[in-house]
């Protein structure tokens, strides 16, 4: 038998109550069932499509007249709001000046603000031409949030915890599309400022792409944004990029990752090594201006 | 083709005349029959710097090409000159941002590694890094700051040889790099003919104890003038030190000369002459008169010195550094040469606001007496403008100012040194050694960005001939106070210093005003 509605006259008020009682027992068991914020427990089972929609749904964020917009918007608010915050020092920007062909960022990881400050560290033809690999489960959580960091970041969901080939699928594509990549290979921000292992990912993209990898160490920018904190503060920073590395024939990820993590350690403790940073030949090489070549008619 | 310099006579219908006033400007009305000496324009500056500085560099004079002396092991040094040259600084890109990019450009295809590049300071301040940056442009400062690019420091003893002494006892002094190397480059810009030459060398990366040889009162005072090489006893004694510097080490000279286009389009009615002014420059000059008469000083100095002088290449050479500079000193006179019919009772002239001491910096009143007593008074060949014992009348505010960041030295000298005596003499037998080795001052010197201890004793010294020559010096429009302290008088208007001045050369004096800047060097007959 089923129970008479409350507005049916019989036992009202009662029932009323045991409604509303009802309704507010099912909304608190459903907000305390699911914690999005804490990681999956490794026992469960794969998980079909990740949270965000894939990377070619975000396609609009590279497409103009966005790029535009984000143009204005990185040049009006993002630049100079970085560059008043942190003044940042940049050493070896010559690597990234003259870019041929696309790239990866590779950084160390310890607050928000690294996006901006390697932005910033690039020249407007390069900065136009890079996307960011941002945490899918982290940023795209919510779509608005997702889609106004893309607005103003460029950056694309990658997933932390699909396998290798789905994850780095959107990758390799938007690197043979001619985008440069920002990867932060620890893979979450560093709670105590101290480097951590990479993941092999990013050698995995280089070598499948045959993509140079540009190892970047960022100091500074954990005590204008560390870990946990909502609003930025004012703090000193130097982006320090080296020369761009790729594999060596017959190098396996994990062993270029080893080394583009061992380069990102040593830029952070050595002011100058030729090895990583380039005799000073190669950087002034690298920094030549770029010939217009006109064609003949 | 340019309109050479002209002296022009004032009649009732020329127009009142422009003087600067260090950081604002006057138009002043001159009496009937003075003169007013006018730069030439500027020359047509080179099409093509890159081509021309390629050139020069492949077929240099006296000397093999650049290439050939290049080669991978070597020990290269590149000197250049300082922010204290052009003035105002150039617009970028400066010369010698491109003479540098052409040659590192040779180097790194010679393979050469080992390079570093030095700004050739001697005594003046340390430069900022954006300072720097300015000079060398973006490419060179990011490819070699700070460990290969950096500044001379003439105070740290274990970066600094001594070389020996010349045949008149001049000991000299070398940066050590520079002295070590296999060869040292010289990039330099010659805006006046006192620049350049073994100058550039002998002073540039030098110590205290290479430069007071020549900065000193026997050798200015016996210098006739600064503006005219042969006849100064100052680059004689740089040409012997530099004659040791080149035995020494080998050095190859990379002179270059712009032409005196010296105010952006904003401030072009300071380029013209006001016969010339079209209505817009009238309005321009009452719009600058109007905000410098009611702005405060350092709104106004924000405004000046961030003016940038389009400056264009009128000649590059390169080689044997005797060579080069004859052929430098050619392209600046050809520039800035004005002839001029004998001397004068009074020379009145304008101070800017800017000397090349003072780059963003207040011009303080010992920068006042170098910059008008000192160089704008020496812009003669053969004789000065003004006859001896006649009036010099500049106008300059005058005011008791100074940075004390860049010139703490000048502080102490002017409340200490100038309260006690203003003869040159005096001064450097009292006071120049213990200023010049003042462990503070040198520490600010080596660390800050402040002049050498001993540059306010230069600064005073480049006026020392134009005050023993001059039987007056009248300072329009300046604090009383301060021009008293100078050893000057002070007038409200030149009206008023013109009749002061008739006490000293009599009634009905000749006067010749100096229209500066744009720099002209008067070649007076």
Redesign the interface.
């Known amino acids: 038998m089923t129970a008479k509605p409350w507005y049916s006259g019989e036992r009202g008020v009662t029932q009323l109550a045991a409604a509303v009682g009802s309704l507010v027992e099912d909304v608190r068991r459903v907000r305390r069932a699911w914690h999005w914020d804490t990681p999956r427990p490794h026992t469960w089972p794969e998980r079909g499509s990740v949270v965000p929609a894939p990377a070619s749904d975000l396609g609009w964020a590279r497409q103009e007249p966005v790029r535009t917009i984000r143009y204005l918007i990185q040049q009006g608010l993002l630049l100079p709001f970085t560059e008043a915050m942190s003044h940042p020092k940049?050493e070896g920007?010559?690597w990234v000046k003259e870019l041929d062909r696309p790239v990866i960022f590779a950084a160390n990881h310890s607050s928000h603000a690294d996006t901006s400050l390697i932005l910033h560290a690039l020249t407007d033809t390069a900065r136009d031409r890079t996307v960011v690999a941002a945490a899918a489960d982290y940023w795209f959580k919510r779509p608005l949030m997702g889609n106004i960091v893309s607005l103003f970041l460029n950056t694309f969901p990658f997933s932390r915890t699909g396998g290798a080939q789905g994850q780095l699928h959107a990758s390799s594509t938007l690197l043979k599309s001619g985008w440069n990549l920002v990867l932060f290979p620890e893979g979450s921000r560093s709670q105590d400022g101290r480097i951590h292992e990479f993941k092999p990912g990013v050698g995995h993209l280089a070598n499948e792409t045959r993509t140079p990898v540009v190892p970047v160490h960022i100091r500074g920018a954990q005590r204008i944004m560390p870990k946990g904190q909502k609003l930025p503060l004012p703090a000193a920073a130097r982006v320090r990029i080296g020369k761009p590395m790729t594999p060596k024939p017959g190098e396996g990820s994990r062993e270029f990752t080893g080394r583009v993590e061992k380069a990102v350690r040593t830029l952070a403790e050595t002011?100058?090594s030729e090895e990583l940073q380039g005799?000073?030949?190669e950087?002034?090489?690298a920094?030549?201006?770029r010939e217009l070549v006109y064609g003949e008619d | 083709m340019a309109r050479p310099g002209a002296v022009i006579e004032v009649d009732r219908n020329t127009p009142p005349v422009l003087f600067h006033y260090g950081e604002g400007v006057r138009l002043e009305r001159l009496p009937l029959g003075s003169r007013i000496v006018y730069p030439p324009d500027p020359l047509e500056p080179i099409a093509h710097p890159e081509r021309a500085i390629k050139r020069a560099l492949g077929k240099p004079l006296d000397d093999d090409p650049l290439k050939s002396l290049l080669r991978r092991g070597m020990k290269l040094t590149l000197a250049f000159d300082d922010l204290s040259l052009p003035l105002p600084p150039m617009a970028a890109p400066d010369v010698r941002q491109l003479v540098m990019e052409e040659v590192i450009d040779m180097a790194a295809e010679a393979g050469v590694e080992d390079i570093h590049l030095i700004a050739a300071l001697g005594l003046h301040r340390r430069m900022t890094a954006d300072e720097v940056r300015h000079i060398v442009g973006d490419r060179i400062f990011s490819t070699f700051w700070p460990d290969r690019l950096y500044q001379h420091d003439g105070e740290d003893p274990d970066e600094n040889v001594y070389i020996g002494k010349t045949a008149q006892g001049e000991e000299v002094t070398l940066n050590k790099r520079a002295a070590e190397s296999d060869l040292v480059i010289y990039v330099n810009l010659t805006l006046v003919p006192m620049d350049g030459g073994h100058k550039s060398m002998a002073t540039g990366l030098a110590t205290y104890r290479g430069i007071r040889a020549h900065h000193n009162v026997k050798t200015l005072l016996g210098s006739r003038s600064y503006m005219n090489p042969p006849d100064s006893a100052l680059h004689h004694s740089c040409i012997r030190q530099g004659q040791l510097i080149e035995d020494t080490v080998r050095v190859f000279h990379i002179e270059t000369t712009v032409n005196n286009h010296a105010f952006p389009s904003l401030a072009s009615f300071m380029q013209k002459r006001e016969t010339d002014w079209t209505p817009q420059d009238q309005a321009m000059f009452l719009a600058m008169k109007q905000i410098t008469d009611i702005a405060p000083p350092a709104f106004k100095r924000n405004i000046f010195h961030s003016m940038r002088a389009p400056y264009g290449l009128t000649s590059v050479n390169a080689g044997q550094v005797d060579a080069v500079h004859e052929k430098s000193l050619d392209a600046v006179r050809n520039q800035i040469s004005v002839p001029v019919e004998g001397q004068t009772d009074i020379v009145t002239m304008g101070v800017p606001y800017l000397g090349p001491y003072n780059i963003n910096a207040p011009m303080n009143p010992v920068l006042v007496v170098c910059m008008g007593a000192g160089y704008l008074f020496n812009l003669y060949r053969g004789k000065p403008v003004l006859r001896k014992g006649g009036v010099l009348i500049f106008e300059h505010p005058c005011r008791y100012e100074f940075d004390a960041v860049q010139h703490p030295s000048y502080i102490d000298f002017y409340d200490e040194v100038l309260a006690d005596t203003t003869d040159p003499l005096e001064i450097e037998t009292k006071y120049e050694v213990r200023f010049a080795e003042d462990p503070w001052f040198r520490q600010l010197y080596r660390k800050s960005n402040a002049y050498h201890g001993a540059h306010p004793f230069y600064a005073w010294y480049w006026a020392a001939f134009a005050m023993e020559y001059a039987g007056d010096i009248i300072v329009v429009g300046g604090e009383r106070d301060v021009v008293h302290r100078l050893g000057f008088k002070a007038a409200t208007t030149l009206e008023d210093a013109l009749e002061m001045a008739e006490q000293t050369v009599g009634r009905h004096p000749s006067i010749t005003h100096l229209r500066v800047p744009p720099i002209m060097l008067c070649d007076v007959q």
């Open positions: 940049v920007r010559e002011p100058k005799t000073w030949i950087r002034w090489r920094s030549k201006p």
